[in-house]
């Protein structure tokens, strides 16, 4: 009786697995539309910063130098300690299209980051936004114009894609890559769908009016995280979200160095996630639950030898590498496909790894 139940168990939980994987076939098998009308709309790229000199100095050429005509540039020194202020203000005097947002410790909310992005939104001269993270780099020229050609018709919101930096010989990195991935494909699949629930705050597009016409961060002031995110669900609709998979205009960050920072990060991220959408919180923990179920009883029917269970089990293989390693191979990441089942199942590990540490220690938003 309870092996049948279990087996019942198994094949609905596939299915629901292969339901989720056909949903984000429309994402990976999509193309990017050509846009044909003029994508030169001035745009603000605004840049926050924290005692980031180093920073600074590597990774603002590749924002300076980029390949777009008409474009300022805002640099928020939020209350920074270092040098920060001095190479801006040394920067600003050989290249014109620099502005500088001075956030210091005498103001207001000084230590609230959304106040300081608020304080460049309302100093940028252009309508059309685009955030940036110092910490990392554009992998082309052209991110500004393919990004900013997102923009169109009733498209005022643009997610675009963040990459982890690749590093040979490191399992660590490989499963870190994988993960953020994972992300990815969820944001781009569900954006796809009209239900938006996520964007990177270093590639992350929209338009001044959607920012004011919420009042920006009001509704989430006190939590300090969800830039990107919480601002995503008060401004976005079935319709106004578009998503960039253009390879030019990936931004590339630095790899989470440890397994330590990698669960910080995702403990982080279930301090927002208890914010998105009811739906979107549904979709998500059923994706998660269903996959951690399936993998479950695998193995437990493996050890059984159950044979019947095979063809579930072929058929839930062979469309996850046909669906998951297109998608890979979209977001340039394709050496990930060689190693799928197992940082599959890492990532498995991962999530009931941080669902327990979650019920022994609640996260907090920390800033």
Known sequence: MVFTVLFYIFVAVTVVQVIYFLCFSFFAFSKQKKITTSTNKPVSVIIYTKNNTDELKKNLPFIINQNYDDFEIVLINHASSDNSLDFMEKVQQENNTIKIVNVENKEAFWGNKKYAITLAIKAASNNHLLFFDINGKTVSNDWIHEMSKCFHSN?????????????????????????????????????????????????????????????????????????????????????????????????????????????????????????????????????????????????YFLIQKCLVTIPFIICYFLIQYIIIGKAINKLKEQNLLYFLPILDVCYVISLIFIFFTNRISKPTPWK
């Open 155 to 299: 498209k005022t919101i643009v997610i675009g894609h963040k990459k982890l930096a690749f590093k040979k010989y490191s399992f660590s990195n490989m499963f870190f890559r994988y993960a953020n991935f994972f992300t990815t494909l969820k944001m781009f699949s569900y954006a796809k769908f009209g239900s938006p629930f996520k964007a990177y705050q270093n590639n992350f597009a929209y338009t001044k009016n959607d920012f004011f016409k919420v009042n920006g961060f009001i509704n989430h002031i006190k939590i300090h995280l969800g830039e990107s995110d919480l601002l995503l669900k008060d401004i976005s609709n079935s319709i106004n979200t578009n998503i960039s998979t253009s390879y030019t205009s990936f931004v590339e960050e630095q790899s989470i160095i440890t397994l330590k920072d990698y669960f910080v990060e995702q403990r982080k991220q279930t301090v927002l996630f208890s914010h998105y959408s009811l739906r979107n919180r549904f979709l998500l923990s059923f994706f998660n639950i269903t996959k951690v179920i399936f993998y479950s009883l695998f193995i």
